[in-house]
């Protein structure tokens, strides 16, 4: 009854898993879709920006060399032959003292290297015609956005692995990525087991509770960027569990199971593991909560036994889960990003194995602080909504002091960590 | 030509905007779809948790009193009548010197208030019976979890306009909320003007370019949380422009424009919102970029014209429009998260008006340091991909050096401010 498992360390454990070099896939998908998602490749800039040399302000377009002669004694005439706004096109050639009205963001006119901003130039007509005088002069290329000042043809501009956001969706349709390389959404099925587990929908039982870790790990799955493929929960039966999971793994890109992972009398999937022939990778590190945490690999695919307990199911999934779903997602920081905050609280308990404790993290004078939540029992609860961290108090030490410095893992950041640990 | 303009401070022009009480809904959704939207109502304890006294450990389920006596010098032996694993319930009443085995979670079997842990309890058969012994004694309540520890039938867990997280949709389903009332994402129309814009799919001509905004305030639409209606583009032509605009204000609970709000000879919005009948909140704000956002409110619908400039398009979005659709979402910090960061680079230009400039938070060493990006020409187009923030350079300053903590406003963080200005 009492197995004995040797706990390894948690960077060790990662690079376990992180070995497996599950690769990730493209497809195309709209631009309309492309926000939060993944790029796959990496987007290159297609043309140069601007792609035609342009007025960054409304005014007049003008040949410099005429205005060389302007002052305040001697104002220049310019004929104002044309008139245009951004995406027209002059069809006029422009020479000696003639001018193009023209507005900002349209295609400088033929002829012309400057523009003169209204501000300083006098409009008027003669004999029913526009004309505008300049009492300074201008250089060639005064107020002018030339082609290839933005970005240029063939520029590689954002990595491939980052998360399309707002900017970057814009920078896409710039560049005419009608259809975007993103990284394919990988498929994570999910177990529930336990004989205790109840439907959401269900109403209670004594000794019953609703099945809550599977709508949590989904959460978790569709944040890293997966998709859910939610088996249901089973019961805490050895045939009934085997049968499932080894129909399930090759449905999915990987297998996550919550409960029967620990080294209760009901804890089967060890057993289902050995039977089904899967290399056991580690079933125990050197952490808490998460300890009994197991990950096998079986028919290329990794399996993950995640515990029951809800706290212990987070940190095994964001710990040992996220990264390698990440690198599926083209990822170069494909793990929770680590930083340094300073302990609000005390935490004076000794702590003989590494903990993860959810917490809260915020900014005071643009310092990070951190409160961990779920310290003491009664805010177990309430860790598990206001939770944006986890807390990494390491082993082997007597308590920490609030006003310590301690290591932060940021739960809702995009940018990773290379490698925290 | 020259139309005078009074421009208006940033915090009076959000003001104008939020006086509008534009009211969120409620729809009911699953929970499996609840991930990443907000609350619309507070998230109630429908029950207490646990709902049962239950096991914490694995172990044996005891009656304190009959511990009392064991020592050392003394063990105690109790038969153990019963074997239960969490979601069974016993359906024995242990009496005198009586035991259950217990897993973790397990309901505690009737008579029994205390757990006996494996690692101090000796285990053993008797005439085919199981028996164990501890060498201690055990208080009433040792080891058990009891009813409502956790949370209290009643109790106010999570507030409304609270964006549900992995952990609150654990709750969700803890509490059997199976249908989960959520805000209902605000439609939010789009229309891009400009003669010179092109489909992304389009290939390039001289004087047009694609466009981009309309993507970037679509992304911008999602990620505050809305739904974007998108119109298409429309040229700079004054009836077109007018008979679109018409129309698609009623079908939309918010109206966004890009482009011919500025001053230009093709600028038609500011006219076609006197023709509508609308009033217009501001049309100048004292700020860089965006000082020509202008807003108006038209049949109780709020029309945000932001300029067609990629920069104060986006800066206009997050300033003004932002807010008053996280307000519709139940937020009580609608706004942009303001916090303190250290200045990375010099930014010596005289400053005449407050700026905006879109910039890199990052953390060293717990401390908030900020790139503003985009303070040159070449920085242009990155800016887009690699703005996590914006920096608020205030106005009438000669320019800020290294060094200096400055206010920066966070785009990617979900917190928000209850009032930045």
Redesign the interface.
């Known amino acids: 009854m009492?197995e004995r498992r040797q706990p390894i360390p948690i960077g060790e454990a990662v690079q376990k898993i992180m070995q497996y070099q599950l690769s990730g896939e493209t497809e195309y998908i709209n631009?309309?879709e492309s926000?939060?998602r993944f790029l796959s490749k990496d987007?290159v800039?297609t043309?140069d920006?601007?792609?035609?040399d342009r007025a960054p302000y409304?005014g007049f377009a003008v040949r410099a060399i005429d205005t060389q002669d302007a002052s305040q004694a001697n104002p220049v005439e310019f004929e104002v032959i044309d008139?245009i706004?951004?995406?027209?096109?002059s069809n006029m050639t422009v020479t000696e003292n003639q001018a193009v009205?023209i507005?900002?963001?349209?295609?400088m006119p033929e002829g012309t290297d400057a523009v003169v901003m209204?501000e300083v130039a006098k409009t008027y007509e003669k004999d029913g015609k526009p004309f505008m005088a300049i009492k300074r002069s201008f250089k060639k290329g005064d107020n002018v956005s030339f082609r290839g000042?933005?970005?240029k043809e063939g520029e590689v501009?954002?990595k491939k692995g980052?998360l399309?956001?707002?900017?970057?969706?814009?920078?896409?349709?710039?560049?005419?990525?009608?259809d975007v390389p993103a990284a394919k959404k990988p498929i994570v099925g999910l177990f529930a087991t336990?004989?205790?587990?109840l439907d959401?929908?269900?109403?209670?039982v004594?000794?019953?509770?609703?099945?809550?870790?599977?709508?949590?790990?989904?959460?978790?799955i569709?944040?890293v960027g997966g998709i859910v493929h939610?088996f249901g929960k089973l019961?805490?039966e050895f045939d009934t569990c085997f049968e499932a999971v080894k129909n399930a793994v090759n449905k999915v890109d990987l297998l996550i199971t919550t409960g029967g992972v620990?080294?209760?009398?009901?804890d089967y999937l060890p057993e289902i593991y050995e039977k089904l022939g899967a290399e056991v990778l580690f079933n125990k590190v050197a952490m808490r909560p998460g300890s009994v945490t197991t990950v096998a690999s079986h028919n290329g695919k990794l399996l993950f036994g995640l515990s029951?307990?809800?706290s212990a199911c987070?940190v095994g999934f964001e710990l040992f889960a996220r990264p390698i779903l990440r690198r599926m997602l083209f990822s170069e920081k494909p793990h929770l990003r680590k930083?340094?905050?300073?302990l609000e609280v005390d935490f004076l308990k000794a702590n003989p194995f590494t903990r993860f404790v959810?917490s809260s993290v915020f900014?005071e004078?643009?310092?990070?602080k951190v409160t961990p939540s779920g310290l003491d029992?009664?805010n177990?609860?309430?860790?598990?909504?206001?939770?944006n961290s986890l807390t990494i108090l390491p082993g082997g030490t007597r308590g920490f002091a609030a006003g310590t410095?301690v290591d932060v893992l940021l739960l809702?950041d995009?940018f990773g960590s290379e490698w925290p640990w």
Chains 1, 2 share one sequence.
């Open positions: 009492f631009i309309e926000f939060g987007l800039a043309c920006v601007p792609h035609f409304d008139h706004g951004a995406g027209m096109v009205r507005m900002t963001g349209a295609i209204f000042e933005d970005a501009l954002v980052t399309i956001n707002p900017g970057i969706q814009a920078m896409l349709a710039t560049f005419g990525y009608k336990g004989t205790e587990l959401v929908g269900d109403p209670l004594p000794g019953k509770i609703r099945n809550s870790n599977s709508h949590m790990i989904a959460a978790q569709e944040r939610y019961p805490d620990s080294v209760g009398d009901f029951g307990n809800p987070y930083e340094q905050a300073i959810r900014i004078n643009g310092r990070l029992k009664s177990i609860i309430m860790s598990l909504a206001g939770a410095e809702e995009q």
